[in-house]
């Protein structure tokens, strides 16, 4: 086994906060422009076209930007923007925000199963991000493949 320096690992430390900054960046920015917050429950009316884009779509879009910074391993950071950025939004609203008319602040545990969503959708966008990025899921190219062999023949 290869043991690795003190400096790989400050890199992917720093490479990770940098992606997971820049997922929660998408989220947060995402949120704001469509302009619905997934805490508050306004009955039926709640669930509409842009509380579908903000649950599976930015997610994924914000997954797919982790897993592009990162690299391999990043479907596995690409979970965490969504959870960070509507728990604070979730806190928000339940501490310091005062409710909109009509509107109640969700259930917990309907609002834990719809960031349960949002993050399986971040997910879905980490793996769509390590394929673009072609870092994992492809074919290894020939002349990498005979250099590996060639190399283990000596």
Request: glycine share 12%; proline share 5%; net charge positive.
């Amino acid at each position: 086994m290869r043991r690795r320096g003190w400096d790989y690992w400050w890199r992917r430390w720093l490479t990770g906060t940098v992606a997971l900054g820049l997922g929660c960046l998408v989220v947060f920015l995402g949120d704001k422009i469509l302009g619905q917050r997934l805490e508050l429950f306004f009955g039926l009316e709640t669930f509409n076209p842009i509380w579908f884009l903000q649950v599976f779509i930015i997610p994924a879009l914000a997954g797919i930007v982790v897993s592009f910074v990162y690299g391999l391993g990043g479907k596995w950071y690409a979970y965490l923007p969504p959870l960070i950025v509507e728990s604070y939004h979730y806190y928000e609203s339940a501490n310091w925000l005062s409710l909109p008319e009509g509107a109640q602040l969700m259930p917990m545990g309907w609002w834990g199963f719809i960031i349960i969503l949002a993050m399986e959708s971040g997910g879905i966008g980490g793996v769509l991000g390590e394929i673009l990025n072609k870092r994992i899921y492809g074919r290894t190219p020939k002349h990498l493949l005979y250099k590996n062999s060639s190399d283990s023949n000596h």
